[in-house]
């Protein structure tokens, strides 16, 4: 799916990269891309590193600590703009306002032809698109958490707007997930 997606070469950001799992798996499969690992909580900078030691990932950078609640942390676009930008799996345990620091922060660092690439499961048009992800958001909110639940698209979609993001393109993915492109408008 990536490699129909991402440029051949250039800086791709990952927000939120946790443990760096997906970076590091992605990084072998783009030889021309440095990718940029991030994430608010910098006590998972140590395992992103091991990672990318153990799979010998010359072309992922050190990880960077960049909260989207907090734009004092965001990369300075003096500094190099991005041809990307995705996110795996943030929306079920963050609130629906992070949309507002990705698209703020894309419409800041990312280069004019530039996208936001937004992983997960998701309602559409405030509906369950499958019987597994209406499971998955009883199990959610089974955890009393009030920001643990699954995101409708729509209230992305406003964030990006509001910050001259459009969405381009939705990509039905398995396991009933999606990619949400945006790019800007
Ligand atoms: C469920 S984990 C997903 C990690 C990784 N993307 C993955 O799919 O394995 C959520 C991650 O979001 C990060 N996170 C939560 N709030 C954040 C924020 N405001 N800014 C940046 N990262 C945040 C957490 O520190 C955590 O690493």
């Known amino acids: 799916m990536l490699k129909g997606l991402l440029p051949e070469q250039g800086d791709v950001l990952e927000l939120a990269s946790g443990a760096g799992l997906?970076?590091?798996?992605?990084?072998?499969h783009f030889p021309e891309i440095i990718f940029h690992p991030s994430d608010k909580d910098v006590s998972v900078f140590d395992t992103i590193k091991s990672k990318r030691g153990?799979?010998?990932?010359k072309n992922v950078a050190d990880p960077v600590a960049l909260d989207l609640t907090d734009s004092s942390t965001w990369p300075d676009a003096e500094n190099g703009l991005f041809d990307a930008?995705?996110?795996?799996?943030?929306?079920q345990v963050a609130p629906v306002?992070?949309?507002e620091g990705i698209?703020?922060?894309g419409?800041?660092?990312?280069?004019?032809?530039?996208f936001v690439a937004i992983y997960g499961p998701f309602k559409l048009n405030g509906k369950y698109t499958t019987q597994s992800n209406a499971d998955f958001d009883g199990e959610l909110r089974a955890a009393g958490v009030s920001e643990w639940h699954l995101k409708d698209i729509a209230d992305l979609e406003k964030a990006a707007n509001k910050h001259g993001l459009i969405s381009k393109t939705r990509f039905d993915l398995p396991a009933?997930?999606?990619?949400?492109?945006?790019?800007?408008a």
């Open 176 to 184: 009933n997930n999606f990619i949400l492109q945006f790019v800007r």
């Open 103 to 105: 698209a703020a922060l």
């Open 97 to 99: 306002s992070i949309a």
């Open 107 to 114: 419409a800041k660092v990312l280069k004019p032809n530039g």
């Open 22 to 28: 997906h970076i590091n798996y992605f990084a072998p």
């Open 85 to 91: 930008i995705f996110v795996i799996n943030i929306f």
């Open 54 to 57: 153990a799979a010998g990932n």
